[in-house]
Structures are given as C-alpha cells and as structure tokens.
C-alpha cells in the first residue's frame, strides 16, 4: 500500500497537481481501498484542520505585510535603511538587506517582501551599476530574514503543527534572524568591494538621521509590541495579529498614500495566499490521520534513528532532507508535513522543540531560493526578468552562506532557546 | 477553424471572470468581518472587561469559509503550491497530453471533496453550543468551497483541448 501512495505522490507531484489535492487523492486512494477509513469522518479531518484560533494568525500577519507595503512606512524605511549605510561600499545592497531585516517585523512571509524589493529597489540598483542578476539573487535571498524575524508564518505554522509555544518560537527566531542578516551584510561588503560596485556615498544626506529614523519607528516598534505582548500573555499570537492589522491601518488612514484599488488588491492577495496555504495544511491533517494507520511516523523514525543517535548529526541530517526537498517543493509544505513526523525523533535524543523548530524553519525557507524550483526565486525573477540560470550563478555564494548560519545555529542552540526561555 | 468554439471559449472566460468577482467579495467581506471581530474580542476583554463566548467559534467559523472560498481565487492568482515547471519543459504534444491528464484529475479531486462535504452535511446535525446554531453551517463551507474549484478546472478543461487548433 505504502509504496503505491508514494509512487502516486512523485507522479502527481511531476504533474503539477497542487500538494493540497496530491494528499486528498491519495487519501481518495485509502478510502476506496481500505474500508476501515470513513470518507465523512476524513471530510471531517479535513474541515477541522481549519478551525484552530491560533491559525488565524496566518492571514492576519500575510494582511499585515500586504498593507503595510502600500502604507508608505516601507518607503519611508527605506529612506531610513538607505541613509544608514550610504557610506558603505556596496550602499544600496546593503540597503536592501537592512530593508528586509528592519520590515521583517511587519511582514510574516519572503515572497512579499521579495515582490516589493524587486519592483522597489532592483531598478535603482541597475541605474547604480549592480548587474541584474545579483540584485535580483540578492533581493531574494535578503528576503528569506523577513520570515525568520518574528513574526513569521513558517514559524507560526511550525508551532501549531507541531504543538510548540508560538511565543518562544517568535522569541527564540530574533538572534537567527538577525545573525542572517549579519552574515549577509558581511558577505555583500566583500562582493561589492570586489567588484567595485557602488563605491562608498561620501555626500552629506539631505535628511537628518533623526527625521530618517521616525519615519521608520513604526515598523522597527511594532515586532517588539508583539513580542513582548504575546510573551507576556497579554494576548495571543492571533489577537497579536489583529492588532498589528489595526496598527498598519492606522498608518494607512495617517499617511493617505494607498488608494481603494491597492486595498482591494491586499485583500485578494491575503485570500489567496490564506487559502493556498491552508489546502495544504487541512489536507495534510487529514492525510496525517490516514498515515497513522500505516504507522509512516514511527517507521520513518525508526529509520531515522538506526542512522544516528548524536542530537547534532540528526538535525543535520533533517536539515539536508528539508534542504533536497525544499529544491523542489515550497517550504510551507515541509513543514506541515515533515515537521511533526521527525518531532517524536529529535525529542527523543533530548532535542529542545525551539531549537529544532528554528533549524527546521530556517532550512525550509531556503527552498523558496534554490533551483530549479523556489516560489521567492520565481516571484523575483518574473519582476526583474532574469532567467533561473543568471540567477543560479548570482545566488550560490548567499546559499552557502546561508547554510553556513544553519550549521551554526546546529551547533549552539544557545542562539535559537536563549531569547526563548527568559 | 470556425468562430463558434473561440466565442464558446470565451463565454467561459467571462463566466469564469463572473464567479471569479462574486466569490472573491464574498470571501473578502468575510476576512474584513474576521479581522473585525477578532480585534473587537481582545478590546472587548480588555476595555470593556466582558469578553465575548462565541468570537473564537465564529471566527473560525468564518475562518473556514474564507479558506474554501478562497480556493478559487488562489487557482485564478495561481497561488496554489505546486510543482509545475516540469510538465511546461515537456515537448508540445506530451505536454498537451499531461495538461489534459492534469485537468481531469483536479477536476476528480475536487469533485470528490465536495462531495464529501456534502455527504458530511447529510449525516450530522449538532450544533455549535456558543452559538446555537447548526454545525452544517461550517461543513458547507467544505462542499462550496470545492464545488467553485472543481467549476473553475471544469471552465478550462475546453481551452486545454482547444489548444492546438489555435
């Protein structure tokens, strides 16, 4: 039975039928075939896989970064982002790195942020030399720090999925995020200066830094608000994400610069990414409850451990599935579907839930990156029109560097549970 | 080829674009409603110290209709997680064969799912205790919800056929 369903998921995966429907065709598969499994009580998996309060989290935060990309505040931190590092080398790749890390408070997922700076920032960066395909590698790959900086709708998603505190997860994801971000910069700093791309800006700026950084205090405050607010139980996650959808309103209502027609759009946009993503996730719930009956989980945790037994090498070892499987699927989906497979296995080896949940989510984000198949790749270079190879050749280097922060965050968990655990 | 299967193909364009613009409001009015409702629970408790029962369970109730809607409108904005980069790399002729292939399964799936929803309403009839009011309510979100996704596959079912006469 087993190798059947995993023979009809690679072929209906090749065939580009959505991972939502793969897992219902299969499960279509269990139901005509074994008649122990009741096709109303997996409607009814099916149906409940949406109704959690925590999930609402998921479009509130998606909302959240829609409007907040129209509000003005991304122009107005861009500003900002572009006045602190004017006099680096390579300024304005900077900038777009330091963009994504400061609006990463306000926006949950890579793809939005990727879209914006692609349209935003790739164009300026062409007028000031930088080739197209390395802005275009450089926009995608800065764009994996918003997710990873609280909140983030992989790690929201993680810790519903796999049980683990939201809270400490948002918490536990700050040192990561920001350590990506350095890793970046540092890395960007080498390249440009190399290349001799975007000399260092030795003119005074028109603005001063005081104005620049007001203009960017709302999008820098809002993650400390939700952070502090949920780690003190003043509300939930959920409740966290109302508010921010408030707050970025407000500043929609303040600065008058989005039309009706931009609003509409957000909300299309939120519907369906939402929805998308949810297919995914009820189905997977469902699906999960046909694979019990299997016993896919235990097995597959077996195995696991038959490999190795040392904490370190199993989330190395997780890290390189997400990592060949996020070549060809989207993150989001790993997640729901592997993260709470291996849970039972790194927990058994003694494994904090932050700490896996951290590596695991950052190694999922990668794949929105790496060829031939990545959605924050795609997004990018349909906007600058690069193609998958131009950009294969630019993005290498911040892979492995990216990888790189993933094997360092493997060996300490201390960057990953001490923001978690205070 | 003749103008009677363009003007057919195009009727199911602009059908596809009617549904597209009924269904997408709707779901949005929904989102707005649950954004609302979800703000007005935490002032509600906090201000005004009177939290309100049935905000969790009608949130999610409206949750799940925003996520089923949705499902169409994710298939127009093509933002359904898939793999299909590997079926456009096929030569012409296979590929046409594989997009058919395709089309017909989702239309099986999804046509199933909504019938299992609708087998799903047929047999319960609890109610959601904070409310009062049938559970079938959730559970039809599920049927039409599915039943828009397996119409839109349906709509462009013609088109992949059509392809190479054009």
Same mark, same amino acid.
């Given at each position: ?163 683990? *505190?939201? !809270? &400490?997860? /948002?918490? @536990? %994801?700050?040192?990561?995020? $920001? #350590? ?27 603005? *001063?830094? !005081? &104005?620049? /950084?007001? @203009? %960017?205090?709302?999008?820098? $405050? #809002? ?41 509409? #759009? ?157 | ?166």
């Amino acid at each position: 039975m087993l190798p059947l369903v995993a023979i009809a998921f690679v072929v209906l995966l090749a065939l580009g039928v959505p991972i939502g429907l793969i897992l219902l065709a299969l499960s279509l598969i269990y139901v005509l075939l074994e008649p122990a499994i009741m096709d109303v009580v997996f409607a009814q998996r099916l149906i409940s896989g949406t109704q959690s309060f925590p999930l609402l989290a998921v479009p509130l935060f998606i909302l959240t970064g829609e409007l907040m990309n129209i509000s003005g505040i991304t122009r107005r931190v861009m500003d900002f982002a572009a006045l602190v590092t004017h006099r680096m080398s390579g300024g304005l790749a900077q900038t777009n790195i330091l963009l994504s890390t400061l609006l990463a408070g306000m926006s949950g997922s890579a793809n939005g942020d990727a879209a914006m700076q692609a349209k935003v920032l790739v164009p300026e960066m062409s007028k000031r030399g930088y080739p197209l395909n390395f802005s275009t590698a450089l926009t995608s790959a800065s764009a994996l720090i918003a997710p990873m900086i609280p909140p983030g709708i992989g790690l929201i998603l993680f810790g519903f999925v796999t049980n683990t *505190s939201i !809270g &400490r997860l /948002f918490a @536990g %994801a700050i040192i990561p995020g $920001l #350590l990506l971000a350095a890793v970046m910069m540092a890395q960007t700093h080498l390249i440009t200066r190399r290349h001799g791309w975007d000399p260092p800006n030795r003119d005074k700026p028109t603005i *001063s830094l !005081g &104005r620049a /950084f007001l @203009g %960017a205090a709302p999008a820098i $405050l #809002l993650p400390v608000l939700i952070i502090v607010g949920v780690r003190m139980g003043v509300f939930t996650p959920s409740e966290a994400a109302a508010v921010a959808v408030l707050y970025t309103a407000t500043f929609i209502l303040i600065y008058r610069e989005a039309d009706w027609r931009q609003i509409w #759009l957000a909300l299309r946009s939120t519907l369906a990414t939402t929805s998308a993503i949810l297919l995914v996730l009820a189905a997977s719930a469902a699906f999960s409850w046909v694979l019990t009956f299997e016993r896919v989980p235990q097995t597959i945790g077996e195995a696991m451990l038959t490999a190795t037994d040392q904490p370190q090498m199993m989330l190395a070892l997780i890290a390189t599935i997400i990592f060949l499987g996020g070549l060809f699927i989207e993150g989001t989906a790993l997640i729901l579907i592997l993260g709470p497979m291996f849970l039972p296995v790194v927990t058994s080896l003694g494994v904090d839930p932050v700490h896996y949940g951290i590596v695991f989510v950052l190694m999922a984000h990668l794949g929105g990156i790496t060829p031939p198949v990545g959605t924050v790749m795609f997004t990018a270079c349909a906007i600058t029109r690069v193609s998958i190879i131009d950009f294969a050749r630019a993005v290498w280097p911040y892979i492995l560097s990216y990888l790189f922060v993933a094997a360092v965050l493997i060996l300490f968990p201390f960057f990953s549970t001490w923001l978690a655990y205070i | 080829m003749g103008s009677q299967p363009t003007r057919a193909l195009r009727v199911m364009q602009d059908l596809e674009l009617v549904i597209d613009r009924v269904l997408t409001t709707f779901a949005v009015a929904i989102l707005v409603v649950m954004v609302a409702l979800v703000a007005i629970a935490v002032a509600a408790r906090y201000l005004f110290n009177s939290p309100l029962v049935y905000s969790y369970d009608l949130s999610t109730l409206l949750f799940a209709w925003t996520v089923f809607l949705g499902l169409y409108t994710a298939e127009r904005d093509n933002t359904h997680i898939s793999l299909d980069n590997l079926v456009q790399m096929a030569p012409a002729k296979l590929r046409r064969l594989l997009l058919i292939v395709r089309q017909v399964l989702l239309i099986a799936v999804a046509t199933y799912a909504a019938w299992m929803g609708l087998l799903l309403i047929q047999r319960t009839g609890m109610q959601i205790p904070s409310m009062r009011i049938s559970v079938r309510w959730l559970y039809a979100s599920m049927p039409v919800g599915f039943g828009a996704l397996a119409l839109i596959y349906l709509l462009r079912l013609p088109r992949l056929i059509a392809i190479r006469e054009n």
